[in-house]
């Protein structure tokens, strides 16, 4: 998978965000976010901006070319630099509230809630531009994702299926997969594993023929997190399929691939759209973020549920992408790059319980960046910890490098 590339924004191009009312009279430092900044949240004051207020999520950089998006590099703008770089910045702490400069500009303007934070780099994806892998991380990838779909069906969350997604309600088509996943891996005849694969076959095909009906009719796109579920459960029953050797379920599995595949592409411009359509120049205050969406109030609490969707929805179409390749060159010998977007790859974010544990995560000092690329990851064998990292991220190491370098790299570090 190719590196997204990336533009500094230069320093004359940079917006200047005044402190709010409240903050400058009293001489405090403000964390400058809308609708309110946290210490005027804290002490339920109310809290005002000069005409000068910056929005939101305002774009993170300009084109000359209005028809040409703009990337950010987002190391410059959130103070990351490099990987090796000390990020625990305890000399520019705010006043008793727990947020340093790197929380305080993650919340202030999160990358994840601007559209040029979805750029997905293609440009490694044509015929001409095959890859291929070692067979031990290949092996390694298509196991742990049974594992962690076992980790799915009991603890109700696993490296691609955040906690907070759905809550204790799932909806029907991860209901249908949660059934089929769990008869497929019970313990017993084989009986059991046929049933689960007819189920996986009827299911699968079932998910895909509303979905046209739904698009025959007109109506309006399905929201992002239903259009997230469905593709999550497409992404189970072809896991089951692809890899069990049974001809049926194998050839059920090859002719929904092509979907799989247009429906993780179809979250991202779903994400895209959300962000775009959310967002209101002059009317950043009005905003108000639902239980799982893509918007956030400035608060800790919305951005890290905003996080939370939007983290899902990257590493759900990572995985789709991946275990399509992964078994193309199993059967061929090679598969075509699908290109390369950013995730959070930071050691214990994805799995933080609440807010404040994912913002002391965030902002714990670390060997690697915020975020991350799938191309580049090899970086961290030699300039990395394997505790700085989680499970997704190794996972994706080993994928690249294969198992027994990445073995290596772990022992290493021990």
């Not at 103070?79 to 400069?101: F, K, M, V």
Request: hydrophobic share 40%; proline share 5%; glycine share 6%.
């Amino acid at each position: 998978m190719s590196v997204h590339v990336v533009r500094k924004i230069s320093d004359d191009t940079q917006i200047k965000r005044p402190a709010c009312v409240a903050c400058s009279k009293a001489k405090r430092r403000c964390t400058k976010q809308a609708p309110a900044c946290h210490r005027c949240r804290t002490k339920r004051i109310r809290c005002d901006y000069p005409l000068s207020r910056v929005l939101l999520s305002p774009p993170l950089a300009t084109s000359s070319n209005p028809d040409e998006p703009a990337l950010v590099d987002l190391g410059a703008v959130y103070g990351l630099g490099d990987a090796t770089e000390d990020s625990d910045a305890t000399s520019d702490q705010i006043a008793g509230d727990g947020i340093d400069r790197i929380g305080a500009k993650f919340l202030e303007s999160p990358w994840f809630l601007s559209a040029s934070g979805w750029e997905i780099d293609k440009a490694c994806a044509n015929p001409n531009d095959n890859i291929t892998y070692i067979d031990s991380g290949l092996d390694f990838f298509v196991d742990q994702l049974r594992l962690w779909l076992d980790q799915w069906t009991t603890d109700n969350h696993c490296p691609f299926i955040h906690a907070r997604l759905y809550g204790d309600e799932l909806p029907c088509p991860l209901q249908h997969a949660y059934a089929a996943w769990l008869t497929y891996r019970s313990p017993g005849a084989i009986k059991k594993r046929r049933i689960a694969l007819q189920m996986g076959i009827d299911w699968s095909r079932n998910t895909v023929e509303e979905q046209s009906i739904y698009d025959g009719l007109g109506k309006e796109s399905i929201n992002t997190l239903h259009h997230l579920c469905r593709t999550q459960a497409l992404i189970v029953f072809q896991l089951m399929g692809l890899f069990d050797g049974d001809i049926r379920a194998r050839a059920q599995a090859e002719d929904t691939s092509r979907t799989v595949l247009k429906w993780a592409d179809g979250l991202i411009q779903s994400a895209v759209a959300d962000i775009t359509a959310h967002h209101h120049p002059g009317r950043s205050d009005q905003i108000i973020p639902g239980p799982m969406s893509l918007r956030s109030d400035g608060s800790l609490d919305s951005t890290w549920k905003a996080w939370a969707l939007s983290e899902s929805i990257r590493r759900t179409w990572i995985v789709a992408n991946l275990l399509e390749a992964a078994f193309l060159i199993q059967k061929q010998g090679y598969a075509v790059c699908p290109g390369s977007i950013g995730f959070t790859g930071k050691s214990g974010m994805w799995d933080a319980p609440s807010p404040h544990a994912w913002l002391k995560s965030l902002q714990a000092k670390s060997t690697t960046n915020l975020v991350v690329f799938c191309k580049g990851l090899e970086k961290l064998l030699t300039n990395g910890k394997p505790a700085d990292v989680d499970e997704f991220t190794q996972a994706l190491l080993t994928y690249g490098k294969g198992r027994e370098m990445v073995v290596d790299w772990m022992a290493s570090q021990v």
